[in-house]
């Protein structure tokens, strides 16, 4: 079983759509969580993080963990097409290692 | 505000041939990263250092070979280029924060081997 698993999309929703996306994990002793965001051609940035045990609000970004699930959710409201890029959550294998996992990224489109 | 700065951004080389694609941060992190990013399989880690002097393995490190020049600096080298080694190179660094680690990213070089 892979560390982290992602739906790679792509996944194409009209402006002003709920978006949802979302990993699961296999290791229960995964700490925090993070999302980031690609767009075409970029290197990826941090989009935001969240601990294990619940939810992270961030504009309209919603960060969201299930532990008992193994599941993480990212949620954008209202979105844009500028929100249009590839999201991957990233998982750090332990607070102070040097390794980290990342799923491959689900391709998001937000047409006007 | 440069951050994690990584040349050249595009690149083809023919089989065989060696390159050095070279990265630098000014961010002040310990710790630096070569990761290659393959459709549908995510960012894998070549290699990382966790401080200056130091080198380790990641998942897939072979053809690879890394420099971790000074505190800024740390370049990745095909010596002998496969085609298997076309990929997208990201360059990273991160720190410690508040008990979590943040990783930040390079804008990526994009490397065909014909």
């Known amino acids: 079983q892979k560390e982290v698993e992602q739906d790679p999309g792509p996944l194409s929703v009209p402006e002003g759509a709920i978006v949802s996306l979302n990993c699961t994990y296999s290791?229960?002793?995964?700490?925090?969580f993070m999302w980031y965001r690609q767009y075409s051609r970029k290197g990826p940035e941090l989009l935001m993080y969240?601990?294990?045990?619940g939810n992270k609000e961030d504009g309209r970004f919603t960060a969201q963990v299930d532990k008992s699930s193994k599941y993480i959710s990212l949620f954008i409201r209202d979105s844009q097409p500028s929100d249009s890029a590839t999201y991957l959550c990233?998982?750090?294998?332990?607070?102070?290692?040097?390794?980290?996992?990342f799923g491959p990224g689900t391709r998001l489109s937000v047409l006007p | 505000n440069a951050g994690v700065t990584q040349t050249p951004k595009f690149q083809v080389l023919k089989t065989g041939q060696s390159m050095t694609l070279q990265c630098a941060q000014d961010m002040n992190h310990n710790s630096m990263y070569w990761y290659r990013q393959d459709p549908g399989m995510g960012l894998r880690l070549i290699y990382y250092s966790a401080s200056e002097g130091t080198t380790d393995k990641g998942e897939v490190p072979n053809g690879y070979n890394v420099s971790r020049l000074n505190k800024r600096e740390f370049s990745l080298r095909l010596e002998s280029a496969a085609p298997s080694q076309t990929s997208v190179y990201f360059c990273a660094s991160s720190e410690v924060t508040g008990g979590r680690n943040t990783i930040y990213f390079g804008e990526g070089s994009w490397l065909t081997v014909v």
């Open positions: 290791n229960s002793a995964f700490q925090y």
């Open positions: 990233a998982i750090p294998r332990d607070n102070y290692g040097q390794n980290f996992v």
């Open positions: 969240t601990y294990s045990s």
